[in-house]
């Protein structure tokens, strides 16, 4: 399922990230930080089939492949069902078993003893996971519900870099490739 949130998209500022804890950093983290790169935020749970099967698998893939460019991705874990068993302790071993290594904020329960979420709710997300875009300018571009395919994730990410004339991706040569060095995997660069 993919649906897009369209409140507001690209005119306003993100929400603050309401946060009790971060993980895979020191401190902690907000969006007044990362002003001036882009911001891939990541709203999930660690029970969350499609969040644990696709999602953190190409947030973390996101990550390696932009590393030490203009794109930051974050995690935010916002739990909204089963409270009890989804602590932070209980996350802390998720995150390690998983070998996720980007930041991930712990959502701030609902002040009022709902089971929303504070960041969830100031964003309105529809569940888990839910992708967010977010521009050098601190603007809300893009918000997803659901498993998002990875081309057009891709393409709205390159299109968010180019704004700043940010190069995508990691840098690749021009090479010549000889076919009698290519199998299932791919193409070897041959000896000339």
């Known amino acids: 399922m993919q649906t897009m949130s369209s409140r507001n998209i690209g005119t306003d500022l993100a929400p603050a990230l309401k946060t009790t ?5 020191d401190g902690s983290l907000s969006l007044d930080d990362l002003h001036g790169r882009v911001v891939v ?4 749970q660690m029970l969350c089939p499609g969040c644990v099967a696709r999602s953190i698998p190409l947030a ?3 990550q390696q492949m932009f590393e030490n460019r203009n794109l930051v991705v974050i995690g935010l874990h916002t739990v909204f069902e089963h409270h009890d068993v989804m602590t932070p302790n209980a996350l802390e071993v998720f995150l390690s078993e998983y070998r996720v290594s980007f930041p991930v904020g712990v959502d701030t329960p609902n002040e ?14 529809q569940g888990t996971p839910t992708w967010v875009l977010i521009d050098v300018n601190g603007r809300r571009r893009g918000q997803y ?5 990875e081309l057009a994730l891709g393409v709205e990410i390159g299109a968010l870099l180019s704004e700043m004339r940010e190069p995508v991706g990691k840098s690749f040569e021009s090479v010549k490739t000889d076919s009698e060095h290519c199998d299932s995997n791919g193409c070897q660069i041959g000896e000339s």
């Open 41 to 44: 935020l990541l709203a999930f």
């Open 21 to 25: 804890r971060w993980f895979n950093m």
């Open 112 to 125: 009022h003893g709902g089971t929303i979420p504070q960041t969830m709710e100031a964003y309105q997300m």
């Open 60 to 62: 973390q893939k996101m």
């Open 145 to 149: 519900f659901g498993s998002h395919d």
